[in-house]
């Protein structure tokens, strides 16, 4: 059973998925964020492959992804951190990336590696719904990866309900029309899409991300979701001085409350 | 083969629509409607209509007899450096601010290089009465200050794009940003034929007047429509896409692509995507790109902003890869020489992204019958710094 689908199944509410980008802040810190993440009660961890075009990103995460690829992340390099830990880490890993650097790769390559180390679904957000079933959707279920999909307050209702039918693990719900890092906040205007969406009686989970800083959104994320994805201020907290793992649980702990 | 896109947005294997969920509707929204836009009889009086009376087309297709001379065939100068601001960028926007005033769209993004279609951008805006954000990397302001100031002189806003390598492909990057943060209110007007389906398409039409009148041009001038070659230079492709349009499937007519070689194609100062290059996908397009072997995108380098940028749009990618179109590059040093040799020989100082294109000319044999034409995308009034600066004149 992917790791993913066990998860919801035990916790159907307040789970946390934390995003950081590998590589960042040092390219050898990979296993121990991982690990202090889990340590600290993330219940899924999403790890970002850095690309030189982030496109969907604001400037903090554009910042993590430029200091990575100066300090040599590459997939190659993030696949062989990830090697053995299995050992060591066991909430859902799911790896969040654009998709150039992994069709050069290779998409074969790159599902048979995630399957390898032990990594459950992917997130590739240029990667068109259309493409993945055209093209990839036979690699990825050989090697039991699941793909991600976003769907966003723009998105009709018919097609959330396609976005539904095609997607494994859960559905990442961005909370407004925004790049990463953009809002710090959840705003009212927003109600109208989370209730519309828990309205359509969705098969898979919802996680919402995109502008959950802190307890505060957390909380009002997981009134509307079985859970949130915070990004952008899990890396600016381990920007800060002082011990990493100190950080990540401060961070952790600070959310969850 | 008949060269054109497939409903997916596919030339061959190039194109496509690579975007993120947030700009799915956008993009949707204008693939399904820009057609029947395009194609009404009202929005085509209206574009035709600027493009005569505010363009100042249709643009003079001039023989240029003493370059002919030199180089032993009968060339013939197809004149975009004499459209309103200076460039064939402009065709291209005056047809997107119309598409946009039909979508009900009342803010305009764009993204700029060398700021020749920021500079166009922010003319359609000023003559339409819409508010106008042109994002341009850091470094391109700096080299091209007077294009940002008759942007601010037309009212637009210039935002320095700072992330990455400051250049076109962050300034790109910054408007796609800002576009998803925008979502409802804003139409993205793309510069070139590059970003996802439908854009290429699109701007290669609003481009393609220039081969429509060529065509009746050379009818005119010399009783056949189809010259032996078409000449022009390539950054993402759009007043090369312009110039080949109607000739994409007329075989006897030789398409010749020129891409900028910066320094040299072995010093890792060029921007030759097709010599470079490998597929990959950039902007929202499955294209030629230049990227190291991690697939990140590679800094492309040229003496020219406007053919600075590490891809070309997907129509050229399929040109290349079916042979349909020759490639040729040309080196900073090259490109140079043959805007002196223009200048001196026609009295028309062009821009140096379109002397490119001339020093392409010294790159092929010809037959004294052959009916060449040169698409000159622009004028050097921009580049004075830059001729200035080369100093070998
Ligand atoms: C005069 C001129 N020619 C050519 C170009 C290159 O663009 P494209 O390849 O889209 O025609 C530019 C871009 O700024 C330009 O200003």
Redesign the interface.
Known sequence: MNRIDKLFQDKKERVLNVYFTAGYPQLNDTTTILEALETSGADLIEIGIP?????????TI?ESN?VA?ENGM???VLFSQLKDIRDKVSVPIVLMG????????GMENFCAKCEEVGVDAVIL????M??YLEMYKPMFEKHGLYNI????P???DA?IKQVDENSNGFIYM?SS???TG?KTSISLDQSDYFARVKNMNLKNPTLIGFGISNAETFDKACENANGAIIGSAFIKAISEEGNLEEKISGFVKSVKQ | MKVQVDERGYYGNFGGAFIPEMLYPNIEELRENYEQIVQAPDFQKQFNHLLRDFVGRPTPLYLAERLSEKYGAEIYLKREDLCHTGAHKVNNTVGQILLAQKLGKQKIIAETGAGQHGVATATVCALMGIECIVYMGKVDMARQKPNVERMRILGAEVRPAKSGSKTLKDATNEAMRHWINNPTDTHYIIGSVVGPHPYPEMVARFQSVISKEIKAQLLEKKGKQNPDYVIACVGGGSNAAGAFYHYYNEEDVRLIAVEAAGLGNQTGHSAATTVLGKPGVLHGSKTLLMQTEDGQVIEPYSISAGLDYPGIGPVHAHLFETGRAKFYSVTDEEAMKAGILLSRTEGIIPAVESAHAFAALNQMTFNPSDVVVINLSGRGDKDLETYIKWGKY
Do not use: H
């Not at chain 1, 690309?51 to 400037?59: K, L, R």
């Not at chain 1, 654009?98 to 790769?105: A, G, K, L, M, T």
């Not at chain 1, 957000?125 to 068109?128: F, I, K, S, T």
């Open positions: 690309y030189s075009d982030p496109i969907a990103d604001g400037p554009q430029g690829l590459s997939l190659k654009y998709v150039n650097p992994i069709v050069q790769f957000p240029d990667l068109p259309f493409e999909f976003l769907i966003t723009q998105t009709s097609r961005v029309a925004s790049t953009a």
